[in-house]
């Protein structure tokens, strides 16, 4: 089945020190997305990518950074985490056509824990 | 500007009982409007959607939704609650013409035996 797949699940990091989200998918959607999820609250976009445009949310704390060199794969990039960077990290796909878009495919999601 | 208002929290239903999350949204723009459902560590799963066409929307699970224009909501009911509908649910506005999603600050439906 087609699908959006993250990796890990379950990631722990230091306080400081640099982690990598991961995230593919399979349905050759040409927009992607990461959604920062906190306990009990919407999820927040950080970016997307539109095809190969990079589009940061005002808001996106420069610690936060993504990366993706195909259509299938995105990264998100955490420098220096934070106590406060602690949640669940959301990437979801969408088709965007002509003044039309497809619903978003999200995954799994990866819980980060910072110690 | 765009902005969905989801006006319960938290529902608790008993089961076999009906269920309505009440959601109520602005927008400039004719908006696609959604409902995803989340499972205790789980992504979203797209429940349903508006894009337009009927303005009652069937969705999986028994879910459905009435896109009402004159009281610019978007309700979604089910008949009869099953245990396995326990979860959060998100109204999401897509304006049609960008990117980004609004969404919804979710409700939480738990669900009695």
């Known amino acids: 089945d087609a699908m959006v797949i993250q990796n890990p699940r379950y990631q722990v990091t230091q306080f400081g020190k640099p982690v990598t989200l991961s995230c593919s998918q399979t349905?050759?959607?040409?927009?992607m997305y990461w959604y920062q999820q906190k306990s009990s609250q919407a999820p927040k976009l950080l970016f997307h990518?539109?095809?190969?445009?990079?589009?940061n949310e005002a808001d996106t704390p420069d610690n936060f950074q993504s990366r993706r060199p195909n259509t299938s794969f995105c990264f998100l990039d955490i420098r220096s985490p934070g106590l406060g960077d602690a949640a669940m990290y959301l990437c979801?796909?969408?088709?965007?056509?002509?003044?039309?878009?497809?619903?978003?495919?999200f995954g799994n999601g990866t819980r980060l824990t910072v110690t | 500007a765009q902005s969905v208002t989801q006006l319960d929290s938290h529902v608790s239903v008993s089961e076999g009982t009906p269920v309505l999350l009440r959601c109520n949204y602005s927008?400039?723009?004719?908006?696609?409007l959604f409902w995803y459902v989340q499972h205790p560590n789980k992504g979203l799963q797209l429940l349903l959607k508006?894009?337009?066409?009927?303005?009652l929307v069937k969705g999986i699970n028994g879910f459905e939704a009435e896109f009402k224009k004159s009281e610019t909501s978007f309700h979604l009911t089910k008949p009869s609650a099953h245990m396995s509908d326990a979860a959060e649910y998100f109204c999401?506005?897509?304006?049609?013409?960008?990117?980004?999603?609004?969404f919804g600050g979710g409700t939480r439906v738990l669900v009695k035996p």
């Open positions: 979801a796909t969408s088709r965007k056509g002509q003044g039309n878009n497809s619903p978003l495919h």
């Open positions: 999401v506005v897509h304006k049609a013409a960008g990117n980004k999603l609004t």
């Open positions: 990518y539109y095809d190969k445009d990079f589009n």
């Open positions: 349905l050759n959607h040409n927009v």
């Open positions: 927008s400039s723009y004719s908006p696609s």
């Open positions: 508006y894009t337009s066409a009927a303005t």
